[in-house]
């Protein structure tokens, strides 16, 4: 036991206490790789969905890991609460509105109607975003601390794979016209259709619960 605190004590160090510690250098990180995401994005070599994808799984891969780095190491700071959330939510919005750029992505296989369908469901996500944080900080200032629930870690997982699916299938479009394409992309929309409804859920979950403090 002593021996692992000794470990501990001495990852703490050599990672820093300090604001610019281990775990907010990955979440800065992240949002620095935002741009770099919509930059190959939109570059047209050959394959360049599938480095844009990379871009987008290595940003993900550092918020994995940011959070539990913080929490296991007593790394946690006021910098890393402010950025993590605004990071997690820009990386997946940029991806999501810049999908969105591409109509073929959604309307491929289903008719020009899913474009549409899909531009709503992003607004969804998007309000969403916008209204639970809003009302964190006003609980906040009520000194009331809103956890993440179930719903909205659901959320997120779904909406991390419709983005990865959804970028296989664009590298795929323009490759070829195989008939696993278009099982791929039906995959991706349908895990875009599971994130946007549990966003509306996790969104009526959290004013549900959590009324009391409009009412304050």
């Not at 281990?22 to 995401?37: A, D, G």
């Amino acid at each position: 036991m002593k021996e692992i605190d000794k470990e501990s004590r001495a990852y703490r160090i050599a990672a820093g206490k300090g604001v610019m510690n281990l775990p907010n250098k990955l979440t800065i990180s992240r949002m620095v790789m935002i741009p770099l995401f919509i930059l190959f994005f939109y570059l047209q070599f050959t394959a360049h969905y599938f480095v844009a994808l990379g871009v987008f799984a290595i940003a993900s891969l550092t918020d994995l890991l940011d959070g539990k780095i913080a929490r296991k190491y007593d790394l946690v700071t006021n910098l890393g609460k402010f950025l993590d959330p605004i990071a997690d939510k820009v990386l997946v919005l940029s991806a999501l509105t810049v999908l969105l750029t591409v109509p073929y992505v959604f309307c491929a296989y289903l008719g020009g109607w899913a474009i549409i369908v899909a531009g709503c469901g992003v607004a969804v996500i998007l309000a969403r975003e916008i209204i639970v944080s809003g009302f964190r900080m006003v609980a906040a200032s009520s000194g009331v601390v809103i956890a993440a629930d179930i719903f909205g870690k659901y959320k997120t997982v779904f909406q991390d794979i419709s983005i990865v699916v959804l970028l296989i299938s664009a590298g795929l479009m323009e490759l070829t016209d195989h008939v696993a394409v278009k099982v791929i992309n039906y995959i991706g929309l349908t895990a875009f259709a599971i994130a946007v409804i549990l966003t509306v859920i996790s969104g009526i979950n959290y004013l549900v619960k959590n009324r009391e403090v409009l009412k304050k």
